[in-house]
């Protein structure tokens, strides 16, 4: 019954887990408020404070876990990809932890572990299945074969879904983080309200800097107009801005499953938390009768979690990683 130490570290959440034989025991997430004066993640100042947070962190995660440094018997991080100076604090914590214990090493890549996990708990895809990965750097359609043989058959060919709506939450002078925002008021208005348009790209590939375009020109034109126009319709514009990024989303995603023939369909990553996508892709597999997965809240946004659970897959089949091991900043999957 291996028992996991993980880490993660590849933006602004430190976050420390522990995995027993499978099994999640604990799952510590710290986050940092300092960015919110700078409207966004300060990669040194990222850095920094994951130094302050990693080993309250790791031993938070210990006591809930009820367990001791001594019964660790591997240590799973996040090598990439990520900020080059957030990941260094956590692989450096992990080696170091790993090499005072005499205990193995085990690197996980960020992005498969936002598919990995869906093997948190009872409730668990078939292979192969697809996976729509969807965060502030990353919009990725992934075929998943096996635990780590995975594909990736559509990406963004420039924005990311995340920055889509990162970038309206600004437009919109909305504080920082913005997405829970939009997701908040969303829920308040009409997604039918306003129609922005939908990027015609061939194939499973995605874009989005053409939305943003779109959405600030939308935003400024009616200011022009009415300088109460963003405080008066708020509510509408976020749904409709969600409402177009579901769908962009969603339509690549069916194209996916009809190509390939799979019926189980997942969604992962940060976006993943964002209520309108999921209620979207929920509707979409009771309509294509598909067998739909989606994370708990805690295990959509980047925690340590889900580096556990690729962690223990891992270390089943004894993939271990030396001490000479470097931290990604890009990393594909």
């Not at 100042?45 to 019964?71: F, G, T, Y």
């Not at 990965?133 to 990736?152: A, N, P, R, Y």
Request: glycine letters at 8%; hydrophobic letters at 45%; aromatic letters at 8%.
């Amino acid at each position: 019954m291996p028992v996991i130490l993980a880490i993660e570290s590849s933006c602004d959440e430190t976050s420390a887990a522990v995995c027993a034989n499978g099994m999640i025991l604990s799952n510590v997430i710290a986050n940092q408020t300092i960015h919110e004066a700078y409207g966004g993640v300060v990669p040194e100042l990222a850095s920094r404070v994951h130094q302050q947070n990693i080993v309250p962190a790791v031993q938070q995660a210990l006591s809930r876990a009820k367990v001791s440094k001594n019964d660790i018997e591997a240590v799973a991080f996040t090598r990439g990809p990520g900020l080059l100076g957030s990941l260094l604090v956590g692989v450096s914590f992990a080696k170091a932890f790993a090499l005072a214990k005499g205990i193995p090493l085990i690197e996980i890549n960020h992005m498969q572990a936002h598919v990995l996990a869906h093997f948190i708990g009872d409730q668990k895809p078939s292979f192969p299945f697809l996976c729509l990965t969807v965060s502030g750097g990353h919009t990725q359609i992934v075929l998943v074969k096996d635990h780590f043989d995975m594909e990736v058959v559509g990406q963004t060919l420039d924005d990311a879904a995340g920055e889509a709506m990162d970038k309206t939450s600004k437009i919109l002078g909305l504080p920082y983080p913005g997405g829970p925002l939009i997701d908040k008021y969303a829920r308040l208005g009409n997604a039918g309200a306003y129609r922005f348009p939908e990027p015609q790209i061939p194939g499973l590939d995605f874009s989005f800097s053409g939305l943003k375009t779109a959405i600030l020109y939308f935003v400024r034109d009616n200011v022009a107009k009415n300088p109460e126009f963003i405080r008066e319709n708020l509510n509408d514009i976020c749904a409709s801005v969600e409402k177009r990024i579901a769908t962009i989303l969603l339509n690549k995603l069916s194209k996916a499953a009809n190509l390939y023939g799979i019926k189980d369909v997942a969604l992962a990553g940060g976006v993943s938390a964002n209520t309108g996508l999921r209620v979207a892709l929920q509707n979409l597999c009771k309509e294509r009768g598909w067998n739909c997965f989606i994370p708990k809240m805690e295990y959509c946004t980047d925690n340590a979690a889900m580096i556990a659970i690729a962690g223990y897959y891992k270390f089943l089949k004894g993939d271990f990683t030396s001490q000479d091991v470097a931290p990604l900043a890009r990393m594909p999957i």
